[in-house]
Nanobody
């Protein structure tokens, strides 16, 4: 079992920045990749960024150049640095940890960007 706790969401204005954190606990040695998804009101949950144990990253096109995913293995924590936020980034952001094909999810943190 893996437990994930997100933090760092909030209300910001367009152009500002936020950093989300996701702390993992439990059977963390079994995790091979972590990432962030987001779900806007009335829309499906969609991938934002992922990072492998080796540090390889992947981003959805809409956030490339603005968001950066990173991980601190010593703290078992994954971060999502979000810059140049715009109202279209408003969503609940979920941390995910992959154990093979199985996904563990955090509870989500709200990010709201006002224009």
């Amino acid at each position: 079992q893996v437990q994930l706790v997100e933090s760092g969401g909030g209300l910001v204005q367009a152009g500002e920045s936020l950093r989300l954190s996701c702390a993992a606990s439990g059977s963390i040695l079994s995790i091979n990749a972590m990432g962030w998804y987001r779900q806007a009101p009335g829309k499906q949950r969609r991938l934002v960024a992922t990072i492998t144990g080796g540090g390889r990253t992947n981003y959805v096109d809409s956030v490339k150049g603005r968001f950066t995913i990173s991980r601190d293995n010593a703290k078992n924590t994954v971060y999502l640095q979000m810059n140049s936020l715009n109202p279209e980034d408003t969503a609940v952001y979920y941390c995910v940890a992959m154990e093979g094909d199985y996904a563990y999810w955090g509870q989500g943190t709200q990010v709201t960007v006002s224009s």
